[in-house]
């Protein structure tokens, strides 16, 4: 029953990017909702409980204590797509790799998250050196769920791009080369492991998991074992745990009349495979 209600949706969206504008309102009327849909991240009221830790006005966290300022920013999908926007708005070829673009799951009638990103940027302005450890990084939530970091491929984490874009890829050139996009931007943005900040220096990349669920109402980054004290040999001397506090924040509204006719008007006819 489910493939045929599938099939007859696919059959209403395929006469409606045909026909366009001069598509009659009773097709509009039985396609499935479509929304508008946010799901996003924002500084939690713990923050006030902590000493060292500040709430900005850009949504960001910082820890500023003892010759060391760390900055976590969590990214919506709306602010990863206005970054990179020529792979963002090709709906299902959209190649931005932290996200879905701007393509719609039709079962869903939203775009969903694919990952949860951070920014995160280590500035040292007094200490000799310090050193953020993305293997030692957990996303918490308040359902007990723990989610280890994205790196680029298998031999840095259980989860990694490399791993992730290579089973959803298809086959032809086209699927290739858009891996190769996604690969591209991952390899400059994320946090990189082996990376330490001198006196002076600063330094920023993303740490990223997977997608959170509907049920989450809050996480808690913890960046445990940051080293700010090395030993003669170069090892960890002194470390601290860091822990920044977020509130998950959810917004789905169901687009009526004209705004549904338009945001269906765009779509295209999609499979499980427009996902890629």
Not at 28 to 46: C, F, G, H, I, T
Not at 177 to 189: K, L
Not at 203 to 232: C, H, M, N, P
Request: with cysteine; glycine share 8%.
């Amino acid at each position: 029953m489910r493939c045929f209600s599938s099939l007859c949706a696919g059959f209403l969206s395929c006469i409606v990017a045909l026909m366009g504008c001069s598509a009659p309102a009773v097709i509009y009327d039985l396609l499935a909702p479509v929304y508008e849909y946010r799901s996003y991240l924002v500084p939690s009221a713990k923050v006030a409980e902590n000493p060292g830790y500040t709430a900005n006005e850009d949504g960001s966290l910082t820890f500023n204590q003892g010759g060391l300022r760390v900055t976590v920013r969590p990214l919506s999908d709306a602010a990863l797509n206005r970054r990179y926007p020529d792979v963002s708005y090709k709906d299902r070829f959209s190649a931005n790799p932290f996200t879905y673009g701007n393509w719609r799951d039709p079962r869903l009638g939203y775009t969903p998250n694919r990952f949860t990103v951070f920014e995160v940027e280590v500035f040292n302005p007094v200490l000799p050196k310090v050193e953020l450890f993305p293997a030692k990084v957990m996303l918490r939530t308040d359902q007990g769920a723990e989610f280890v970091y994205y790196s680029i491929n298998r031999e840095e984490s259980e989860n990694s791009f490399e791993d992730y874009y290579t089973l959803i890829r298809g086959p032809g050139g086209n699927e290739q080369y858009r891996f190769d996009q996604r690969m591209g931007i991952v390899r400059e943005e994320l946090y990189r492991p082996d990376h330490q900040v001198f006196k002076g220096g600063d330094y920023k990349g993303y740490l990223v998991f997977e997608a959170l669920g509907e049920g989450a109402q809050s996480v808690e980054l913890r960046i445990d074992g940051f080293a700010t004290q090395f030993d003669e040999a170069n090892h960890p001397h002194q470390t601290i745990d860091l822990v920044f506090h977020f509130d998950h924040k959810m917004e789905k509204r169901e687009l009526k009349g004209e705004e549904a006719r338009r945001a269906r008007q765009r779509d295209w006819i999609l499979t499980g495979s427009a996902q890629r």
